[in-house]
């Protein structure tokens, strides 16, 4: 079952002769509960991919579709809450609420979308990453690893249909990226998460099931590891 299309994805930045194809003519499908990682080197293109796939940027052209909805054929209040609803984030830098707590943080999209906890999966998820004696913890008291799991956990607490990492491993050190990734491999399996990474590093990337090379905008290697 595919779970999300791209249909001939441009996205130009600047004009005429400065005009930049950040992505050129993509075509992608992407199978329900598989794990893919998209890799290039830096500028070739893989975040502002990511950001299309995940409704964060408009492309110049094209469309995207999650579960068969056109994510930029909906208005802006309805992709937010298809957002929240369907698609959990990882990012580089965490984005938590350091003001928060480890739950607080975690049960925030929920709370947004005045959507009801699960409580015996809350607690579940906090296990399975490890957070059961951090979750009273302020943001600033843990390392980064740690962060990236409460981070991780947010974004499995809405049982999203799909989970975007954005070199989610970019700022941790070389435990704690294995620890991550491994997190994420085990929430694909046991949730059967679809996951999308975006990683420059090919080591982190060979976890995936199928490994996308962008280059130029361009896709120039698929291959599925399974
Ligand atoms: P990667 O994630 O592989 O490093 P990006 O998707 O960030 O690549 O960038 C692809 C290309 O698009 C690069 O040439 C980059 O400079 C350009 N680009 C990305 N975002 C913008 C922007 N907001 N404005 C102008 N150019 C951009
Ligand atoms: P980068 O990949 O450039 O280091 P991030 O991955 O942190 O930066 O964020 C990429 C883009 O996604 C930014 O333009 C940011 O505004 C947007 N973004 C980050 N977090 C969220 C979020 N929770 N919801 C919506 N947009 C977000």
Redesign the pocket.
Known sequence: NVILEAKDIVKTYGYEDNKIYATNHIDLQIEEGSFVAIVGRSGSGK?TLL?ILAG??KPTKGEVYLEGKSLYEMNDHTLTRF?RRRMG?V???F?LISTQNVLENIVLPIHLDDGEIDDDYLNEIINLLGLEEKKNSFIYELSGGQQQRVALARALASKPAIIFA??PT?NLDAKSSKEVVDLLKIAQRKYHETVILVTHDQEIASIADRVITIEDGKIIQDTNHI
């Open positions: 975040s950001h964060l940027v957002r984030f990012f580089q830098f984005n954005d070199e970019g």
